[in-house]
C-alpha cells in the first residue's frame, strides 16, 4: 500500500492497543513502525532490478518482525521509562503494527515476500489497489480523531470499517477470479495463466492480464458488467528479443519476479523488459532496459529503468468503464 495508508494504519492499531493507557504515544509509535517496514526502499541493493525484486525482501518477512517485535517493545519502554509495566502490550502492538503492515502490502499486486528466508518467493493476493480511499479514508479520519480530539471510539469504529472492506474486496477477488475464467473459457480465449486486480482507486472496476505462448491480452471487468461479453486486447510478447541474454542476472531476475507476467519490446536499438501486471497498456509503471540490438545480436547491459509514463487522461474512461461495459479507452 502507500505510505500514507501504512503510516494512517499502524497509527490506528497503536491507539487501539494502546491508546487509552499511554495517549499519543502509541498512535505515535504505531506510525513509525507502520511505515518501517517500507523503508528498505532507501537501502541500494545494486542496480535497479535489483531494488525492485529485493523490495519487501527481508523487511516483510513475518518470521524476521515477529522475533523483532520484543526487540522494538523493550526499545520503547525504554525511551518510555514509565511504560515498563505496560511491556507486554508494547510488544503487542510491535507485533501487530509490523505484522499487520506487511499483510496489507500482500494483498496488491507486486508481492511480498512474507516467508522470507524459507521461501524468497513473491507472494501476492490481489485485492486492493496500492492507493483505495475507501480503505484509506475510514482510518485517517479516526486517527484524525484520536489526534486532536481524543476520540477512541472514532479510530476504533474507522478501523473496523476499513478491515471491513478489506474482506469485501478479497471476497470480490474470488467473484472476479471466478467470473474471468468462465467468460475466458466462453469466448474461447486462450491462456495458459491470467491474473487480475483492482483497477486505480476501487476495488468495482478489475483489470486481468493473461499470458498465451508470444502474446498477453489486457481486459476489464465490472461488477456491474453482468453478461456482456469481455472486449480482450491482444499484443506480442516478443519473446525473440530474449535470445541471448535468458541468462543475463537481470533478465532472469525479472522472469521470476513477474512470474511470466512480462513483455520484451525494441526501441532504438535497446531491449526493454516490461512487468505487465502494473500499470496498463500502454503505459507501465516498471520497465528496464536490460540488453542493445546489435545487428541481429543482443548484447546484454547494466540495467536501467525506464521513466514511467503515467497517463492520468485515461481516469475519466475508468470511471466511465465502471458503468459502461462498451465504454472505450480515449
Not at 487480475?196 to 476489464?220: C, K, M
Amino acid at each position: 500500500m502507500d505510505s500514507l495508508t501504512q503510516l494512517a494504519f499502524g497509527a490506528a492499531c497503536g491507539e487501539a492497543i494502546l491508546g487509552k493507557k499511554v495517549g499519543r504515544k502509541a498512535l505515535i509509535w504505531g506510525a513509525i513502525l507502520g511505515t518501517l517496514p517500507d523503508l528498505d526502499v532507501l537501502i541500494p541493493l545494486g542496480s535497479p532490478v535489483d531494488d525492485f525484486v529485493y523490495h519487501r525482501g527481508f523487511s516483510h518477512s513475518l518470521f524476521l518482525l515477529t522475533a523483532l517485535s520484543p526487540v522494538f517493545a523493550w526499545l520503547i519502554t525504554k525511551v518510555h521509562g514509565n511504560t515498563k509495566p505496560l511491556f507486554n502490550k508494547w510488544m503487542l502492538l510491535t507485533f501487530v503494527v509490523l505484522n499487520g503492515s506487511v499483510l496489507l502490502d500482500l494483498f496488491t499486486i507486486y508481492g511480498t515476500q512474507i516467508f522470507w528466508p524459507f521461501d524468497p518467493t513473491p507472494h501476492a493476493i490481489p485485492a486492493l489497489f496500492i492507493i483505495d480511499p475507501l480503505f484509506t479514508l475510514p482510518i485517517l479520519i479516526g486517527v484524525s480523531s484520536a489526534l486532536f480530539l481524543k476520540n477512541h471510539r472514532v479510530n476504533f469504529i474507522g478501523l473496523c470499517l476499513s478491515l471491513a472492506y478489506l474482506i469485501w474486496a478479497l471476497g470480490v477477488s474470488v467473484l472476479i477470479n471466478g467470473k474471468m475464467e468462465e467468460k475466458l473459457n466462453e469466448q474461447g480465449v486462450p491462456y495458459s495463466q491470467f491474473i487480475s486486480s483492482p483497477a486505480p482507486f476501487t476495488s468495482l472496476l478489475w483489470r486481468t492480464v493473461g499470458i498465451h505462448n508470444d502474446q498477453y491480452f489486457e481486459t476489464y471487468y465490472s461488477l456491474f458488467d453482468g453478461d456482456a461479453p469481455l472486449s480482450v486486447n491482444f499484443y506480442p510478447r516478443n519473446l525473440s528479443l530474449m535470445t541471448g541474454i535468458e541468462e543475463h542476472p537481470p533478465v532472469a531476475k525479472l522472469e521470476k519476479f513477474t512470474r511470466g507476467y512480462f513483455a520484451m519490446s525494441e526501441n532504438n536499438e535497446s531491449i526493454a523488459m516490461t512487468d505487465l501486471r502494473m500499470g496498463s497498456e500502454p503505459n507501465y509503471v516498471f520497465q528496464f532496459r536490460v540488453a542493445e540490438l546489435e545487428g541481429s545480436k543482443n548484447i546484454p547491459t547494466k540495467p536501467i529503468r525506464l521513466q514511467a509514463i503515467r497517463d492520468w487522461s485515461q481516469l475519466p474512461w475508468l470511471w466511465e468503464r465502471i458503468w459502461n461495459p462498451i465504454a472505450q479507452p480515449i
